[in-house]
């Protein structure tokens, strides 16, 4: 127990020791580290004296996700809350990604002219100076889309250096990328150097999308928040709040998709009922006055009253007919077949029929929908819809002939009914038929007509009613700090790279050192007892203790002495055996010592030299060659003619090596 306890006090000094040594043994190169963080935090100023700033801005904004007139709202994502027991919107991740499409960025790089980009030419870094340079470019004629930069040098207030010409401000330029003009808008300063870059909308928008940042603010709500980074604070602001602001643009104009679409459908038919009325109107009139019917009416009113219903009722029929026709050849068209709708009432009292019409404008709408979206055509999802749309225009089409037949058949009985009645009218003349036909033509177009007109306002008013699903909350305000580079982290790095880079060279230095150096060294390994340490001696003399000796070695040799004294206090006539691994790590001058200092004590002392490669004793003692143990083992020499006294030292003998074999 007491030994285990002896065993865990001299670990917790070795490991004293252990961290003792390492603080030294780092404080030695002290300069070194003041020097490396000191070239660090140099290198950590020129950077952030030569980086470009970026500045943030963010904007947030509410999405009615639920709203029916959200494009991308739809029963699906309902269903999919009612399974899941979500209460979140699903398709709030469609209006996320809508905000950060191309398409999208694409208007507000055009509504703000970023197809130009200004930078000023500074002395030590350029910057970018949007919304405070004093000129902009307009382009009069745009002839390609390639990219191109030009550097324009202020010589005064009127006139600037381009291509090495001076031109004036306001005045058109041509070169090979079109026409344009530089026009001065603020106090400018001369020798002010600026570089204009002009790229293509698209290439403008994909790279300001990589900045753009768009997510959830608070989970659980519609609340987004829109942030961009750019190098100018200005542009910041000014990209969020025009993002929002065309955002809300685009959902109004897909929510009035379906409107626009109806309005055009209705304004052709009511231009080609006002044309078909017109002329049936001039053939009434031209009729009346060739034939002087102008008093048929009032001659026929009571004569012609069962007549007149039974027309209503055809009128009623082939207006139906009529309408039916028109659907159908608006729904074959191929112009029509992926980007029109069809109007969903038109006086076709059809359930079956209505429902259809429906169902086959949803799938039109989700189709353009996706289009919108910025997904191809080739996509498996649009193609999927256009399957389900030509599943839904056969469907429509074999419903449309069914119901035309059937008002085929009622117009076919209420003929019927006028055959009977015009028995009746045999005796009036050619011309009184052929007017009341006439008319029968134009009430039938008419009404035709008043209906249109009726469901363009309808629609109308529904267009004009549409409100967007967005409302922004907060505008982007501009902030001058810049969120990049981080002065404070990139100081705190540069001091820590500062310091670790001469730490690790230090740390490996010793990882690659291989020589004993300390005692721990020794007792890492071994737990063999230490009885001494001997410093370095800077004698040229190889025996340095004697009676007088005082120096730090020779007390260190004592030392191992009185060590010695203790550990082979039972041994009687003890033998000590000095080596070590290789030549000249100090074994003649350590066992010639240690002999020197065991004799000083009185004790008669013999060092055998048993180093007969390289023998160091005997001239280190600056004694002449003499016969030793080679001569011995040789049988040539008796052992107690070999033992030499050492000069100068009482009580110390030497076995030489002998001659060398």
């Known amino acids: 127990m007491e030994e285990q306890k002896t065993r865990a006090n001299a670990k917790q000094e070795l490991f004293n020791l252990s961290i ?27 950077y952030l004296r030569y980086a470009e700033n970026a500045y943030s801005a963010t904007g947030t904004m509410l999405i009615n996700a639920n709203n029916k007139s959200s494009p991308s709202a ?52 350029d910057k970018d100076v949007y919304g405070l340079v004093p000129f902009y470019v307009e382009f009069l004629q745009h002839t390609d889309d390639q990219f191109f930069s030009m550097k324009i040098t202020i010589v005064d207030e009127n006139t600037f250096r381009l291509n ?54 608070t989970p659980g709500t519609g609340i987004l928040s829109v942030t961009m980074e750019s190098s100018s604070p200005q542009l910041s602001v000014d990209i969020v709040n025009k993002l929002m602001v065309e955002y809300d643009s685009m959902t109004v104009e897909q929510n009035n998709f379906s409107a626009d679409q109806m309005l055009n459908f209705i304004a052709g038919r009511l231009s080609k009922l006002k044309g078909e009325i017109d002329s049936l109107q001039q053939i009434e009139l031209d009729l009346r006055q060739k034939e002087n019917l102008f008093d048929v009416e009032l001659q026929s009113s009571n004569y012609f009253s069962t007549l007149t219903d039974i027309n209503k009722a055809i009128n009623e029929q082939e207006l139906r007919i009529n309408t039916a026709d028109n659907v159908t050849d608006y729904v074959m ?69 069914n119901v035309k037949l059937g008002y085929l058949s009622n117009v076919g009985k209420l003929r019927g009914s006028i055959n009977q009645q015009q028995g009746q009218l045999r005796s009036l003349p050619y011309k009184i038929k052929e007017l009341l036909e006439i008319q029968r033509q134009i009430s039938t177009k008419l009404a035709l007509y008043g209906l249109l007109e009726g469901k363009s306002e309808e629609t109308a008013i529904r267009r004009a009613s549409t409100i967007s699903n967005s409302t922004v909350i907060d505008v982007a305000q501009i902030n001058n700090t810049p969120i990049k580079p981080n002065n404070r982290l990139i100081q705190i790095l540069a001091a820590v790279i500062g310091l670790a880079i001469p730490f690790l060279g ?39 203790v004697n009676k007088n000796s005082r120096g730090m070695v020779a007390e260190q040799f004592r030392i191992i002495r009185s060590n010695l004294q203790y550990i082979l206090n039972h041994v009687q006539k003890p033998t000590i055996l000095t080596t070590s691994s290789f030549s000249g790590e100090g074994k003649s001058f350590v066992s010639t010592n240690i002999a020197a200092v065991m004799a000083l004590t009185g004790k008669k002392t013999v060092l055998l030299e048993f180093d007969i490669r390289k023998p160091k004793i005997l001239s280190g003692l600056n004694m002449s060659k003499k016969p030793g143990i080679s001569n011995y083992l040789l049988g040539k020499a008796a052992l107690q003619d070999l033992i030499i006294p050492a000069p100068d030292c009482e009580n110390l003998y030497i076995l030489p090596c002998g001659p060398i074999p």
């Open 20 to 46: 003792r040594d390492i603080f030294y043994k780092y404080i030695r190169f002290l300069p070194l580290f003041v020097l490396s963080i000191a070239v660090a935090l140099l290198g950590a100023f020129i």
């Open 74 to 125: 739809g029963a699906n994502d309902r269903v999919e809350n009612i399974l899941t027991g979500s209460n979140r919107p699903q398709n709030l991740q469609n209006e996320i990604e809508m905000l950060k499409s191309r398409p999208l960025m694409k208007r507000v790089v055009e509504n703000l002219n970023l197809q130009f980009k200004y930078t000023s030419i500074g002395r030590v870094k």
């Open 164 to 217: 090495d010409a001076v031109l004036k401000f306001n005045e058109p330029i041509k070169n090979e990328h079109g026409i344009f003009k530089i026009i001065r808008t603020n106090p400018i300063t001369p020798d002010n150097i600026y570089v204009v870059e002009w790229r293509p909308s698209e290439i403008a928008a994909m790279a300001l999308v990589n900045d753009l940042k768009v997510q959830l603010k």
């Open 333 to 401: 068209d191929k112009q029509n077949r992926y980007s029109s709708v069809v109007p969903s009432s038109l006086g076709l009292e059809d359930i079956t029929l209505n429902e259809l019409v429906m169902s086959y404008n949803k799938a039109q709408i989700e189709r353009q929908v996706l289009i919108n979206s910025n997904i191809p055509v080739n996509n498996p999802a649009v193609k999927e819809t256009e399957e389900i749309i030509e599943k839904q225009r056969q469907n429509l089409l074999e419903n449309i002939k």
């Open 506 to 544: 230090i740390f490996a230095a010793e990882l690659l050192n291989d020589k004993v150096t300390t005692r721990m060294d020794v007792e890492k390994v071994t737990e063999a007892p230490i009885v001494g340490e001997i410093g370095h001696s800077y004698s040229d003399n190889v025996l340095i």
